[in-house]
């Protein structure tokens, strides 16, 4: 309870430091680095090369996108946390920054002030997916064997201790159901290992599976969302398949390392967000299944501080942690 109190008063100092301010500045002079702490293939990675190319051709330099995966997402949030704050290395990121805070004993960071908020990109259901093969057509009949056949579903993880795994306990402890988790390093590889049939299911962003479901590789069971989504109208949620108010929506985004002049966090949120609401970037994200937020930098840090007292509780109630 006392690492929570000491987060939630570092998110405070990270709000305050939310300026709108709009200086003349000469943003960017030169390529900029965006960090995906998670693997190729996956949702994060995918929304981020779709912004960088746009960023790219309005910025007329180059947006490099790298994936530096590692410990739960830690190692890639540490090399932005460090790096110059000068705006030219950003992170990507969602729910992870504030779960690893509460799962890891000891961070290379700190979660709550070495970083400055840009943007909240995108929103989007978590889905929970199964191998066709597995013989589990409803979301209703993945929970009854969870709960009669405790453990013997393997459920693959995108990263150890993410959104995924906090939603599942959610429904663990409504259902009082047990599969076993299989981390991967990103959303790409953990829905790979269930098409190719090595994990049962997976519960992972929706746009990383949209495809994949669409042309019946993977089977789609529910979404966490209290709303269907557009990109798969087909696919009920959870709370209308037996869970009544079950609800989680995660989201995607982007921070710089704390001290980045103002002036060059307006520019980059109005730049970002002049770029996911364009026609054709809106277009292209809805038909994945996300839903395009552009918030301010004020409007992400209310909702890291959202997700630190939702996400603490379930952390806490079932006993979560990573180091």
Sequence with gaps: MA?????????????????????????PVKAVKIIVPVAAGGSADKLTRVLAEKLSEKWGQPVVVENVTGASGTIGSAKVAKAPHDGYTLLQTGEALTLNALLFKKLPYDSATAFTPVIKAVVNPQILVVNPTVGIDTFERYVAVTREKPGTLSLGLPTNGGIAQIAHEMLNQRTGGKVTYIPYPGGGPAALDVIAGHTNATLITLAAVTEY???????????????RSTALPDVPTMAESGQPGFSVESWQGYLAPAGTPPAVITQLNHDFAEVLRSNDVRRQLESLGYGVKASTPQELAETLKSDLSRYGKIVNDAGISIQ
């Excluded at 100092?13 to 300026?19: K, N, T, Y």
């Excluded at 479901?213 to 709303?227: C, E, H, I, P, Q």
């Design 3 to 27: 690492r929570f109190k000491t987060l939630a008063a570092g998110l405070v100092l990270l709000m305050s430091g939310v300026v709108n301010a709009d200086d003349n500045v000469k943003f």
């Design 213 to 227: 479901v669409k042309s019946g590789r993977l089977k789609a069971l529910a979404v966490t969302t209290s709303y």
